[in-house]
């Protein structure tokens, strides 16, 4: 039992665990559809989520171990002796601490499609062009907020061989 | 720093490069290439900061003319190409390669690529904040919740703003748009005089800049109980000069080369409040302070190599490098802390190397290196006030106790390696390797590694091949500190219910360098004493039109010392089809999975 003007210190020690999954597919291909046009397409996934775990156990109260109330504060218990004590004010590591396995998981999913090709007008006068749809899906909010996100990109031209 | 070194190099490159196109252009070249003019353009919804993170066309949504070269000019003796392809003002690379006369060589490439760098909202400090009292220990507060609580002071101190200038500071900081330009220029030159055909002069020039905004973190008082954010421009830029020569002299070659080079940041740093406290000392000064300031640095490095080939596959290869680096923060403002040498730290290394492989008769094949490396740092070494005696109270002065940076210290390595054919199609190898850290900070441990590994490569068939090897290492004392954490730990009151808990009954105003930090019994570190890896690769080709690769790689990491566990499993296969001759088709999945266990601690006060 502490008395005012004692406090107890100490740490809490267990184990964590961070797992990690991530699978990365792409297919790719591209085919000569004729003799003057020759197209190609490509797909890629990402598929990435991590985990943690870290479990404290709730220890705001050690059995007998109280603290003394502060004077002006509120207090949690009062003994058959008529002594006040506040177990409120305690630090509660699991309390204060669970929370790390929340803003500590990350899952996201990525997709990418592209189509291109290149079309010749003459053995040295051609057109190409390339587009791509890229999406970004978040499953759960990591510590940058929400960044889900979606992109078109990509190019039309002529060209000339020498 | 050292102008005068560019001045000289541009000038001997142009006219060499003078002379020597004019005899190549007299000879007769064959010309080839394409040109494109394009116009490319991206548009991005939400957040484009992760799906255009490398800054594909542009960072943000627009239009941009996007031209391409690619010129292959070959002559007789000369050779000249060019590949320029621009997507966009910040997506663009340049490649440059000349051969005249092999006379002079020239290589050069320049690069533009934008990135989206990472911005924190800050929310996160919530996952310690549960029940938060605005910055009173151990809790945090940010600017947000800061302005959500409408209160005047954090922790009882005074922040140095209202609680409405710390929304609109959270508000303008999360409007940031945090992104950095790099540029890379890069030529490489090399020099054979007819008239000395056996050496080789080299010369190099890198310039790299980075240009933009990143976020930069601080946090105010003893611990971090304000965390606050903001925008810190970059505005960096490295110059690399490098000189060397190679000559061979008989079954000798020798190389020489010379580094320097000069890093500056000189964007001004960011600045914050510190809310003062009581306790004279620097860490609890107040007023406006710059944080996150990027230093300057310079570097100097001497590398030499000889080689020597001689008959029977033997060879022999010594080496020794010598480098000088400075770092400086000669423009900080604040003054209130010194450097034991001025205002540069100073660090220097040294290594000598050496190898030497042979083959014996037909089958065998043997290699033995040894090298070590010395790295000296006395200058970043911490100097802290003693804190003698549980029952001071207060900041002393009467001796002080010193702290040698981590980079500080002597490393030995030696190993060999043994090759035996035990078939026409089949190789075993078997190496081995020691390596000793000798650290100058007793506390960061002097860790020994010895390494095993066994290997197998085979043709199985005239369509099968592979590689198959196995790696175990076994590590004493890896890097970490000796007495990091856990309070009281062994040595306290155990919690009976096990929850891990280690606790004693201090009077409430004794000091944390009296009865907490001294009182931290456990080792810490993320480092494994023990290593077991499996490697496999194989690739197939089924038929002309059909091949399939598969690998995989399995790592198992352990420290009993601090339950530190890790395992890895990366299997993947590649397939490649052409179904017909104008039809390719390719595939490939990667899995990777990682399981990680470590003990972590936490400090524990109640009352």
Same mark, same amino acid.
């Given at each position: 039992m502490l008395s005012i003007g004692e406090a107890l210190v100490g740490s809490i020690c267990s184990d964590t665990e961070y797992e990690s999954d991530v699978h990365t597919l792409s297919l790719s291909g591209d085919f000569q559809a004729t003799k003057k046009l020759r197209l190609n397409a490509s797909f890629v996934y990402n598929n990435a989520k991590d985990t943690w775990d870290w479990s404290f156990t709730e220890r705001t109260a050690l059995g007998n171990v109280l603290i003394a109330a502060v004077p002006g504060r509120p207090s949690n218990v009062v003994t058959p002796s008529g002594a006040k004590y506040d177990v409120g004010a305690a630090y509660d590591s699991a309390d204060q601490n669970n929370l790390i396995d929340g803003y500590s998981d990350l899952s996201y999913q990525q997709y990418e499609f592209t189509l291109g090709g290149t079309y010749n007008f003459t053995e040295t006068f051609y057109t190409t062009a390339s587009a791509t749809y890229d999406v970004f899906d978040m499953g759960e909010e990591y510590v940058y907020g929400d960044e889900d996100g979606t992109a078109y990109y990509g190019y039309v031209g002529l060209g000339w061989n020498f | 720093m050292k102008q005068r070194h560019y001045w000289l190099l541009a000038l001997l490159s142009i006219v060499i490069l003078m002379t020597t196109t004019t005899l190549a252009i007299a000879e007769e070249t064959l010309i080839s290439g394409n040109a494109e003019v394009r116009v490319s353009g991206i548009n991005t919804n939400d957040n484009p900061a992760r799906v255009n993170e490398y800054g594909t066309i542009r960072s943000e949504k627009g239009l941009s003319l996007a031209p391409k070269l690619s010129l292959d000019s070959v002559g007789e003796n000369s050779s000249l190409g060019i590949d320029v392809d621009i997507m966009g003002i910040h997506d663009q690379k340049v490649d440059f390669e000349l051969d005249a006369m092999r006379i002079f060589r020239l290589k050069s490439h320049y690069s533009v690529l934008d990135h989206w760098k990472d911005h924190e909202t800050l929310d996160q400090m919530g996952a310690t904040m549960a029940g938060d009292n605005l910055g009173k220990q151990p809790t945090v507060s940010t600017d947000k919740t800061f302005y959500d609580s409408g209160l005047s002071t954090i922790g009882g101190l005074n922040p140095g703003y209202t609680p409405t200038e710390a929304g609109q500071r959270y508000y303008q900081e999360m409007d940031n748009d945090y992104i950095v330009t790099r540029r890379e220029f890069k030529n490489e030159a090399d020099l054979t005089l007819?008239?000395?055909?056996?050496?080789?002069?080299?010369?190099?020039?890198?310039?790299?800049?980075?240009?933009?905004?990143?976020?930069?973190?601080?946090?105010?008082?003893?611990?971090?109980?304000?965390?606050?954010?903001?925008?810190?421009?970059?505005?960096?830029?490295?110059?690399?000069?490098?000189?060397?020569?190679?000559?061979?002299?008989?079954?000798?070659?020798?190389?020489?080369?010379?580094?320097?080079?000069?890093?500056?940041?000189?964007?001004?740093?960011?600045?914050?409040?510190?809310?003062?406290?009581?306790?004279?000392?620097?860490?609890?000064?107040?007023?406006?302070?710059?944080?996150?300031?990027?230093?300057?640095?310079?570097?100097?490095?001497?590398?030499?190599?000889?080689?020597?080939?001689?008959?029977?596959?033997?060879?022999?290869?010594?080496?020794?490098?010598?480098?000088?680096?400075?770092?400086?923060?000669?423009g900080v403002a604040d003054t209130s802390y010194t450097l034991q040498n001025?205002?540069?730290?100073?660090?220097?290394?040294?290594?000598?190397?050496?190898?030497?492989?042979?083959?014996?008769?037909?089958?065998?094949?043997?290699?033995?290196?040894?090298?070590?490396?010395?790295?000296?740092?006395?200058?970043?070494?911490?100097?802290?006030?003693?804190?003698?005696?549980?029952?001071?109270?207060?900041?002393?002065?009467?001796?002080?106790? /010193?702290?040698?940076?981590?980079?500080?210290?002597?490393?030995?390595?030696?190993?060999?390696?043994?090759?035996?054919?035990?078939?026409?199609?089949?190789?075993?190898?078997?190496?081995?390797?020691?390596?000793?850290?000798?650290?100058?900070?007793?506390?960061?441990?002097?860790?020994?590694?010895?390494?095993?590994?066994?290997?197998?490569?085979?043709?199985?068939?005239?369509?099968?091949?592979?590689?198959?090897?196995?790696?175990?290492?076994?590590?004493?004392?890896?890097?970490?500190?000796?007495?990091?954490?856990?309070?009281?730990?062994?040595?306290?009151?155990? /919690?009976?219910?096990?929850?891990?808990?280690?606790?004693?009954?201090?009077?409430?105003?004794?000091?944390?360098?009296?009865?907490?930090?001294?009182?931290?019994?456990?080792?810490?570190?993320?480092?494994?004493?023990?290593?077991?890896?499996?490697?496999?690769?194989?690739?197939?080709?089924?038929?002309?039109?059909?091949?399939?690769?598969l690998f995989a790689r399995v790592r198992y990491e352990e420290n009993d010392d601090v339950h530190y566990e890790q395992s890895t499993v990366v299997p993947g296969v590649s397939f490649w089809y052409a179904p017909s001759d104008k039809v390719n088709l390719t595939m490939a999945y990667t899995y990777s999975y990682q399981d990680t266990e470590n003990r972590a601690c936490v400090g524990w006060y109640h009352g």
């Open positions: - | 007819p008239a000395l055909p056996n050496i080789i002069f080299h010369a190099g020039i890198r310039i790299e800049t980075r240009e933009g905004m990143e976020q930069a973190i601080g946090l105010s008082k003893c611990a971090g109980c304000h965390v606050s954010a903001g925008g810190k421009d970059i505005d960096e830029r490295t110059d690399d000069l490098t000189f060397g020569v190679t000559g061979k002299f008989g079954p000798i070659t020798v190389d020489y080369e010379y580094l320097t080079r000069n890093f500056d940041e000189d964007a001004d740093a960011p600045g914050r409040f510190y809310a003062a406290n009581s306790n004279s000392q620097l860490l609890y000064n107040g007023g406006d302070y710059e944080y996150a300031r990027t230093p300057d640095s310079e570097k100097d490095t001497h590398t030499l190599k000889i080689r020597g080939d001689f008959a029977n596959s033997t060879s022999v290869v010594g080496s020794y490098v010598k480098s000088d680096i400075e770092s400086s923060k000669s001025g205002t540069t730290l100073k660090t220097e290394m040294e290594s000598y190397g050496a190898k030497a492989t042979t083959k014996l008769g037909k089958n065998w094949r043997f290699s033995v290196r040894a090298s070590t490396y010395e790295i000296e740092a006395d200058d970043n070494t911490l100097y802290f006030a003693n804190r003698v005696g549980v029952t001071s109270k207060a900041f002393t002065s009467d001796g002080y106790e /010193d702290w040698a940076s981590a980079e500080e210290r002597k490393v030995t390595e030696f190993g060999a390696d043994v090759v035996y054919r035990l078939t026409s199609a089949t190789l075993l190898r078997f190496s081995y390797g020691y390596e000793k850290i000798d650290r100058e900070e007793e506390e960061l441990g002097e860790t020994e590694t010895n390494s095993f590994k066994l290997a197998i490569k085979s043709r199985l068939t005239k369509n099968l091949s592979g590689r198959l090897s196995y790696m175990y290492q076994d590590i004493s004392d890896p890097f970490g500190a000796d007495h990091a954490t856990g309070i009281y730990q062994g040595t306290g009151t155990a /919690d009976p219910l096990g929850s891990g808990l280690s606790y004693a009954i201090i009077p409430v105003d004794e000091k944390y360098w009296d009865a907490v930090y001294p009182e931290r019994t456990l080792s810490a570190t993320n480092q494994p004493d023990a290593v077991h890896e499996v490697k496999l690769n194989t690739t197939w080709a089924l038929k002309p039109n059909m091949a399939a690769t």
